[in-house]
């Protein structure tokens, strides 16, 4: 059954790689540029695209169908169903705009440059351990899920988090493939369900918010302090 | 199992059962079935303690009990002791608490408390290693402080009470646990048969003893630890007051003696100075705090503070001769501290009931609002004349003997104790003495104040005398304190197998009528000193019969200076009694003093009314705890920002941890 | 022997003694004087009077004169006066004669304080103030003394200074000395501290406790104190100028000698006192602390002379 | 038999569940928690009893750690779930709850229960990664039961927290599974990994176990992602409060002993101890500074489980047979002293209507049985004998002092000593003092049960542990073996 697959010579496969990982970062970036909540959803699903490809690339060069099939699940959950979900949620709510964060953008990007190269830093070990192309794009994933917490500490809309909280996700998942190729099956099942609730949660409370405080701006959210 | 363990093991059921009965059965059985239980339990406690005194010793070995450490129990002659202390201290508490506690004190916590505080409290003698030792400290600080808050719905100083005193015994037990569990960590072992062989280094064995000295000093309501003392012994009930005052600090000289001196076997000369000088700051601190105090069980308990300062003396004592190697006086100043554990809980417990008696029949415990209640109580005043007699060091009381001895043990250091001794030991005589003239004058103040003159207030006319039960009680303490008093001798030679414990060697003091010490020739009988006393008096009493003619007494009016006659408003009270005293010392106790006065409105000159108002604080508490309580409450309030309620702040705490640590592991790959 | 002679020269001579020193005073004022046998006059007087029961007092006012004299004649009986052997010797310790005659002031200070009036509180807190005061220098002077004899037994401390008459010229004996005259002043109520002849409520201490007392109570007490000046005196003059007193199993004629020597070292200390009580005004009462810590100073230094000078 | 054993902690709450769901909230499906929790513990003990087992192909697996967890499981939800009866009638008479809420509460606090034992039975690092974050969606839903403002906040914050926590481990799981990988072991089997451990490449495991630690630990309620605790503690229904802090926690905390077993291995026992030192020292820090000025009785009890799951991080951190023996003891007293904490809080809201700890005034004399389950669960946290946390944080002390980490032992329990302190002050201006005018406060036979059986369960362990000794010696043999 292998002979049959479609086999990716080195010199495609790593600047394919390098692509999805490029835009993978850079849509994770551009979350903390933009302000506009529907351009955040975009992103973001952008993001479950190249998210998607990466997948798909590794699964065509290590000619895994099981990894490919995969990469199109991944896809059709974090590219279709998540903002999906999310621009439900947006459009219940009316659009809005991250208004004023915590941090403000341009500090956000500067920071968000440190946390790439403290990523690169802490990612040593794991390039280290086995030397390919994939792992060496360890540190973009890291990088990410450090703008993703970023994200969550700084933004004030409830979406905002939502969005913070999936990129942290969406890194772990591209970690586990580009080690990996993955973690167990059942797991990433049992994973991405709870991901998808999680989302169903997020929503139903956000629902709940905006009917207790007529808003989702996570600032009012102070009555319980000591 | 042997005697002594037949009878403790019965003790602590007992208790169980007291403690029992008190829970389960109804308000009218309750008082009688847990007040004689615990009675019993402590007949059968002084007895096995008394049997171990005499030579038997027991031990057990539990392991299915509290887990992951086991129990571990041995009486040995030093444990027994602290036993017959206690157990004599509860059966008279007890007997006493049947007909005090019927006034409001019958709920089931109180009488299921009190079985299980006095089973603690002879848990932890017979306790022999860390864990069982930690475990019946524990279980006394609990139990005791269930007692002390048990009055809390008529007076809010319960309440205070009751939260200094659980903050500053947890306190002492953190100290005395980060010690024994240090000694076992460097023993390899918790039993107290591996602690006496281990072999630690002298840092660590200071870090034991300092540690643990602060935790039992703490119990032993030693200055600077003593906050709580004179909080919680006035507002316990009088028998439970009674029990902590005269039996639970005991624990406290308890503990010092036996981790210092036997555990570790004495150790360098600064230990004990620590211990000594400790001691007699508290003594003096704690007297002239009793002195100058207008409320009778707090001036008891302060007077407590005091008699603990002059034990930790003579122990501190003990080990500096121990470390100078002068085994004679060495066993003479612990046989001296450990008859003054016994003497004081004698007349302490006397004391206490009293003053429960006095606190019952009035409802108050102000000596100024007190007095006249010779003619209206004279039992309870009889008794309270010889608990002051015994407390007050003077003959023939008790307490006069066992400072004698630790006089004599100090006096006749000196020639052989170097510098450090000579300079020690005048002034540690010139501190028991002081603290003895001003308790003289405290007991005076107390006796005479309280029970002696005319009514002050409303409460104290309409008293009446104690039931039985309180009197018996209260009569048991008495006659405790008359034995001590005049036959010393009797206990003294069980006594130095409890010194042999701590500090092997032969008795220090022998003699069957008058004491006789080893290696010094002063001699004092207490007994002799009683009968002559009592054939002058006798004497005296004869030749005024003969010589007066005319016998009948005629009553008098009081010398008014022709003013008319005297009120109850005129008499000296506690506060202008100790008022001279208080300004001899005012540079120690800072006394505060208030007035206010209020003019007329039309004149500014015109005085309407004058408040007075004086009140004497305890220094240490407002110089060293105050500053630490107001810092824990801003540092609290500030805090309050941690928590602000921002989700942001929140999440910022794990970023900023995630990445330090990422950071770290970078730096350091 | 030596002790019932010792109790019957006290019991008899004190009053005379006190008679002594209020006639040597009485003479240096230029007054004539009562007598010396006044104050055994006025102890008849008193005796043959009616006892009285003044409002609300009860045993414990009636017991303390009592007590006060009993206490003295014990002391009177075991202190190395006449002899240094006692029959009471087991009682015949420094500290326990200080602490029994503490006893006789607190069995005062109670009555005192029973009679519920301000006169008898106040003197009642005075004279425990004082007696609080005076037991550090007292004890620390008979830790000076005893230091170079090893025990407190005062026979033996008395024996010794006869014995070895130039250890009583040391520096730590002399301070000691000095010490104890002050306290002994304290404790019998002499001028600087109490003046015993004032009924200035400023003032005293000593006669404001006795104030309610009448006929023959008041005779006890009268007497009680006239013993407990002699019995002082005497031990002073004992510790410091032993000479005289007989040791060991002494003859009768031997205790004679002793009796007439101790008469006539107290009569001679006495008058010393009446005379220096003429040229001194009695001092402020909040001005006796300060004359007692000089007294605790000194005994102090004398402890530590006889370590640091021995 | 074993196979039905390990299905049956899963499989009776799950039942239950349904039951609820298909009947509805009424007088006998409120007493179907109960009966679960109850045929729950009575499979552990048959676990415990019967030895190691696995179920469904090894995705489940009990051996003594997981049977021990258990009956910690089994014995707090027995003590809530037979509350819940009254705390639900309560609320519905008060107008806080209506009938559907309820049967969601029923199908919840089962699911709940469910994944909390699926948890401690899986065999897999990552199917209880699933299990615990399953146990966070459920419980997110119960924190929000009331629907008011303040409940929709506390889940919303607990929500986000937790989620950002596991999603740390389970990158932190990634990491392990790529060490794994690399030797030849691609599993996340625990045996597997334990027997592979030694050869995992120190490098990525230290990134791997921090982040399990910060993970693991935001769901146990460890510093510094503590936050959402007092917060989701003080507004969930008081069962459900004292089964996330009785149980939940320290199945969260499970997962932390599970890894530091391949930690240690991989890495040597100094890297994990270091780490969960600072955790468990700054967790206790937290708690005392938040303590000292505390205004809520609610939140003070969360803090207090802070403080506890600090206590017993630092006993993990010691290691050794003793001190984890000491920690699983320190687990099933914890759960049972603040369940009956967390219930009797819950009564006294229902009958205050406030959870400031000024409104509440002279308790004893008002409730004498609330306020004496009140006191004594406290003394029981304060760690007082005879309750079984005097004994565990004895084993923690004396294990610590001896692995020569006293100084960190002293430091903490000076901590702990502040701690009392403030609970001491707050007890003492709640509890004590003249009775309120207010009058009494009526408690049904139910919760009473609860209470007093909680507090005499705990105390009992403390006087002896009888045969749960041997199960004690052999989980902690487990969980700090070394290979």
């Not at chain 2, 211990?275 to 704690?286: E, F, N, R």
């Not at chain 2, 060293?624 to 805090?639: D, I, K, Q």
Request: proline fraction near 5%; charge should be positive; glycine fraction near 10%.
């Amino acid at each position: 059954m292998t002979e049959t697959m479609f086999t990716l010579p080195p010199s495609l496969y790593v600047p394919l790689l390098d692509l999805a990982c490029g835009a993978f970062l850079l849509t994770g970036m551009m979350v903390l540029w933009r302000r506009d909540l529907a351009a955040i959803v975009r992103l973001f699903a952008l993001q479950g695209i190249a998210l998607a490809a990466l997948i798909v690339v590794l699964g065509v060069y290590e000619q895994d169908v099981e990894l490919v099939a995969v990469g199109l699940g991944v896809g059709a959950l974090r590219a279709g169903l998540l903002p999906y979900l999310m621009r439900r949620a947006l459009i219940a709510g009316g659009a809005g705009r991250e208004v004023r964060p915590v941090v403000n953008v341009a500090t956000s990007l500067l920071v968000a440059a440190v946390l790439a190269m403290l990523a690169y830093a802490v990612a040593q070990p794991l390039i280290r351990l086995s030397p390919t192309p994939a792992t060496q794009a360890v540190p973009i994933a890291l990088t990410v899920l450090l703008v993703g917490f970023f994200v969550l500490v700084t933004r004030r809309r409830a979406l905002s988090q939502v969005v913070g909280f999936l990129l942290m996700d969406n890194a772990i998942t591209m970690t586990a493939f580009l080690t990996t190729s993955g973690v167990p099956l059942v797991v990433e099942l049992g994973i991405s369900m709870d991901v998808l609730l999680a989302v169903l949660v997020f929503q139903v409370l956000t629902t709940r918010m905006r009917a207790a405080f007529g808003g989702t701006d996570l600032d009012e959210l102070r009555e319980l302090h000591d | 199992m042997n005697l002594v363990g037949t009878l403790f093991c019965t003790a602590l059921a007992i208790c169980a059962l007291s403690a029992l009965a008190g829970l389960a059965t109804p308000t009218r059985l309750r008082l009688p079935l847990a007040g004689l239980g615990t009675a019993g339990a402590g007949a059968l406690g002084t007895a096995a303690g008394l049997a171990a005194l005499l030579g038997e010793s027991w031990s057990a070995w539990l392991p299915e009990l509290l887990p992951l450490a086991g129990v571990r129990l041995a009486i040995d002659p030093l444990a027994g002791l602290f036993l017959a202390v206690t157990g004599v201290v509860a059966l008279c508490a007890a007997i006493y608490g049947i007909g005090y506690s019927r006034d409001g004190l019958d709920g089931r916590v109180v009488q299921a408390a009190a079985p299980l505080f006095v089973a603690a409290m002879l848990l932890v003698p017979a306790a022999a290693s860390v864990s069982t030792f930690l475990v019946a400290w524990e279980l006394m600080a609990i139990t005791s402080l269930l007692l002390v808050v048990a009055d809390h719905r008529h007076r809010s100083a319960v309440g205070e009470a009751g939260l200094w005193y659980g903050v500053m015994t947890h306190l002492g037990f953190v100290a005395i646990l980060a010690g024994l569990l240090a000694f076992a960590a460097g023993a390899g072992g918790e039993s107290f048969d591996q602690l006496r062989q281990a072999e630690l280094s002298p840092a660590l064995r200071g870090t034991v003893f300092l540690a643990t000295v602060v935790g039992f000093a703490s119990k032993a309501g030693i200055v600077p630890l003593h906050v709580w003392l004179p909080r919680a012994h006035p507002e316990a009930p009088s028998q439970i007051s009674a029990l902590m005052s005269a039996a639970m600090v005991n624990m406290g000289v308890y503990g010092i003696v036996r981790v210092g001196l036997d555990l570790l076997h004495g150790g360098p000369v600064w230990w004990w100075m620590v211990v000594l000088i400790a001691g007699a700051i508290s003594a003096l601190y704690g007297i002239l705090q009793a002195a100058v105090s207008a409320d009778l069980k707090r001036l008891l308990g302060h007077s407590t503070t005091e008699n603990m300062g002059l034990v930790l003396i003579g122990v501190g004592a003990a080990g500096l001769f121990a470390a100078w190697g002068n085994a004679v006086l060495a066993a003479l100043a612990l046989t001296a501290a450990l008859l003054h554990v016994v003497n004081h809980a004698g007349f302490k417990t006397l004391l206490f009931l009293a003053a429960g008696s006095v606190q019952r029949a009035t409802g108050t415990r102000d000596l100024d609002q007190l007095g006249g209640l010779r003619t209206r109580m004279p039992y309870t005043t009889g008794l309270f004349a010889v608990g002051a007699l015994c407390a007050s060091a003077l003959p023939p009381g008790n307490a006069f003997v066992s400072e004698w001895l630790l006089l004599q043990s100090l006096i006749h250091a000196l020639p052989t104790s170097g510098v450090v001794g000579a300079v020690t030991m005048p002034l540690a005589v010139g501190v028991i003495a002081l603290s003895a003239g001003l308790a003289v004058a405290t007991f005076v103040k107390a006796f005479g104040i309280g029970f002696l003159a005319k009514p002050r207030g409303p409460e104290a006319a309409r008293a009446a005398e104690s039931p039985p039960a309180m009197l018996g009680g209260m009569a048991l303490a008495a006659c405790c304190c008359l034995v001590l008093a005049l036959a010393p001798t009797a206990i003294l030679p069980v006594l130095s197998h409890a010194v042999a414990v701590a500090l092997p060697g032969p008795g220090a003091v022998t003699g069957e009528v008058s004491l006789h010490l080893a290696g010094i020739s002063s001699v004092i009988s207490p007994l002799l000193i009683a009968v002559a006393l009592g054939v002058a008096v006798a004497g005296t009493l004869a030749l005024t019969r003969v010589v007066a003619t005319r016998r009948v007494r005629r009553a008098a009016r009081l010398w008014d200076c022709g003013g008319g006659p005297m009120s109850a408003r005129m008499e000296y009270t506690a506060t202008s009694f100790a008022e001279p005293l208080q300004r001899v010392f005012d540079n120690v106790l800072a006394p505060e003093s208030d007035v206010d006065v209020t003019p007329v409105k039309e004149s500014a000159y015109l005085v309407e009314s004058v408040r007075f108002r004086a009140k004497v604080p305890d220094r240490i508490e407002r110089r060293l705890y105050e500053p630490v309580l107001s810092v824990l409450t801003f540092v609290g309030r500030g805090a309050r920002h941690l928590a602000t309620g921002s989700v942001h702040r929140y999440l910022a705490y794990g970023f900023w941890a995630l990445t330090g640590a990422l950071i770290m592991l970078a730096v350091f790959q | 022997m030596g002790a019932v002679l010792q109790v019957v020269l006290v019991a008899v001579g004190s009053p005379l003694l006190v008679g002594m020193m209020r006639q040597v005073r009485a003479r240096l004022e230029g007054r004539a004087g009562a007598g010396i046998g006044q104050p055994w006059r006025d102890l008849r007087k008193l005796v043959r009077k009616e006892p009285i029961a003044p409002d609300g007092t009860g045993w414990v006012f009636r017991a303390a004169p009592l007590l006060l004299a009993g206490t003295v004649l014990v002391v009177a009986a075991v202190v190395p006066l006449v002899s240094t052997t006692s029959p009471l010797d087991e009682v015949a310790d420094l500290f326990a004669v200080v602490a029994l005659l503490a006893l006789g002031s607190v069995a005062l200070a109670l009555g005192a304080l029973d009679t519920s009036t301000a006169f008898g509180g106040m003197g009642a807190s005075r004279e425990m103030i004082v007696l609080a005061l005076v037991e550090p220098t007292i004890l620390l002077s008979v830790f000076a003394l005893s230091v170079r004899v090893g025990t407190t037994n005062l026979g033996t401390i008395v024996t010794s200074a006869v014995a070895d008459p130039l250890a009583v010229i040391s520096p730590a004996s002399l301070l000691a000395a000095a010490a104890l005259a002050i306290v002994t002043i304290a404790e019998t109520g002499r001028i600087p501290v109490d003046n015993p002849s004032t009924h200035l409520e400023l003032t005293m201490i000593h006669e404001a406790m006795v104030l309610e007392y009448a006929g023959p109570d008041l005779a006890l007490i009268e007497w009680a104190s006239a013993m407990r000046l002699s019995v002082l005196l005497g031990l002073l003059t004992s510790l410091f100028a032993p000479w005289g007193i007989a040791t060991g199993n002494a003859g009768l004629l031997a205790l004679l000698l002793a009796a007439v020597v101790v008469i006539a070292k107290v009569a001679l200390l006495g008058a010393l006192l009446a005379a220096g009580e003429v040229f001194m005004a009695k001092l402020r009462l909040f001005r006796i602390p300060e004359l007692l810590a000089g007294s605790f100073l000194m005994a102090l230094l004398a402890v530590a002379a006889s370590f640091f000078l021995a | 038999m074993s196979t039905l054993l390990i299905l049956a902690p899963v499989g009776f709450p799950l039942l239950a569940a349904g039951g609820c769901a298909v009947f509805g909230w009424n007088r006998v499906t409120a007493w179907l928690g109960a009966a679960a929790a109850a045929g729950l513990l009575a499979a552990a003990i048959g676990l415990a009893v019967t030895g190691p087992g696995a179920a469904l192909w090894g995705l489940l697996r009990a051996d003594a750690l997981s049977a021990y967890m258990l009956i910690v499981i089994g014995v707090v939800a027995l003590l809530a779930m037979s509350a819940s009866p009254a705390y639900l009638a309560a609320e519905l008479a008060a107008g806080h709850t209506w009938p559907r809420a309820m049967r969601r509460y029923g199908v919840l606090t089962q699911a709940f229960v469910a994944a909390m034992a699926l948890a401690v039975l899986s065999s897999s690092l990552g199917m209880l990664w699933v299990a615990v974050e399953a146990t966070t969606i459920v419980t997110a839903f119960l924190v929000g039961h009331r629907h008011t403002r303040e409940a929709t906040e506390a889940a919303w914050k607990y929500v986000v927290i937790c989620s950002v926590g596991i999603a740390l481990a389970l990158l932190g799981i990634v990491l392990v599974h790529y060490a794994a990988a690399h030797v030849g072991v691609a599993s996340l089997d625990w045996t597997t990994l334990s027997q592979h451990a030694g050869r995992l490449d120190p490098g990525v495991m230290r990134i791997a176990v921090v982040l399990l630690v910060l993970g693991f630990g935001t769901k146990a309620g460890l510093a510094p992602l503590h936050a959402w605790l007092p917060d989701a503690h003080s507004q969930a229904p008081a069962p459900v409060s004292a089964l996330m802090s009785g149980v939940l926690l320290s199945v969260a905390f499970y997962a932390i002993l599970r890894v530091k077993v391949i930690a240690d291995a991989a890495l040597g026992t100094g890297f994990t101890r270091l780490l969960l030192v600072i955790v468990a020292l700054a967790s206790l820090v937290v708690t005392a500074l938040l303590l000292l000025a505390q205004r809520d009785y609610k939140r003070l009890l969360a803090y207090s489980s802070i403080e506890h799951m600090g206590l017993i991080a630092l006993g993990t951190a010691i290691g050794g047979t003793l001190a984890l023996a000491a920690v699983l003891l320190h687990i099933l007293g914890h759960g049972l002293g603040k369940s009956v904490l967390f219930l009797s809080a819950g009564h006294l809201h229902q009958a205050v209507g406030s959870s400031r700890i000024h409104a509440v005034r002279g308790l004893a004399a008002r409730a004498p049985l609330l306020a004496g389950a009140f006191a004594l669960g406290l003394l029981a946290l304060l760690g007082l004998p005879p309750f079984s946390l005097f004994a565990s944080e004895l084993g923690i002390a004396r294990a610590g002092f001896s692995a020569g980490l006293g100084w960190v032992i002293a430091p903490a329990f000076v901590l702990v000593l502040v701690i009392a302190a403030a609970l001491g002050r707050h007890a003492r201006d709640m509890l004590l003092g003249p009775a309120s005018p207010a009058g009494a406060i009526p408690m049904p036979r139910s919760v009473a049960a609860a209470l007093i059986a909680g507090l005499a369960a705990c105390a009992v362990l403390g006087v002896t542990a009888g045969p749960l000794n041997t199960l004690l010696r052999t989980a902690a043999a487990i969980a700090g073996a070394l290979p």
